[in-house]
């Protein structure tokens, strides 16, 4: 569920839905040939709070650098192997909670292994009002999936995914995560709609890019209001 590139945690800024941001990503707001009709989300950091914040805050409980989880995750190449193996579903949450624990052993935090991926998530809430803005897109006509990048177990819990989305992609069912294009395009074809017809909504830049790759439009979230506002037009929902 850690949204990443090559397995690189990113803190983003806010681009307001603006295409200027980055190179290469077409936002909602942008011109496009094709009508948009489908919404592809991610789930930690936009359906959830952020969980960027919640792996600093679990960092911070260790009594050292609360940047040490989010540091080693993005820039520690064995930790980067493990998130990149989770992720796709070569190895259990077991092992990587084992192989991650190990890492922030040898960096001064003594961590136990287990139920380490339900303690770094600790700090994250499901955002009631991202999930009012999905149901109302789908009572507009409008099919979503959810797209998320694996991490832990338990992650989905207290959230009936099928309530939520008419179709579910997980990086670790189908062995392949974001960024990677073919994750977007699985969605796509769960949907029944080319990619010019979707928008992926996500926290992270990166993962928006990969989208862009395939044609998808892009919505950077930073909250569920601005979210909702760069969708309603096109979508014709209320803002």
Known sequence: MVESAGGKPVVVESAGGKPAARKGVDTVSSTV???????????GGVI??????AFTDFGASLGGDPRLPLHLLSRDQSSR??????ECGRIDAEAFERGFAERLRAHGA????EGLTARMQAGMSIDQDMLALLGDLRAAGYPVALVS??????TYDGVDLAAVA??????AEVG???????????ACERLGVSPEEAVMIDDLRQNLDGAARLGIGGVLHTGAADTRRQLAERFRITA
Not at 33 to 43: I, S
Not at 81 to 86: E, P, R, T
Not at 110 to 113: F, L
């Open 33 to 43: 040939e094709k009508a948009r009709t489908a919404v592809l989300v991610d789930f």
């Open 48 to 53: 959830t709070s952020s969980v960027l914040r």
């Open 81 to 86: 192997a493990l998130l990149a193996d989770h």
């Open 110 to 113: 003594d961590v136990p292994a």
């Open 149 to 154: 990048n694996s991490f832990g177990t338990g």
């Open 166 to 171: 008419d179709a579910v992609v997980i990086s």
């Open 176 to 186: 392949i995560r974001k960024p990677s294009r073919r994750i977007y395009a699985i």
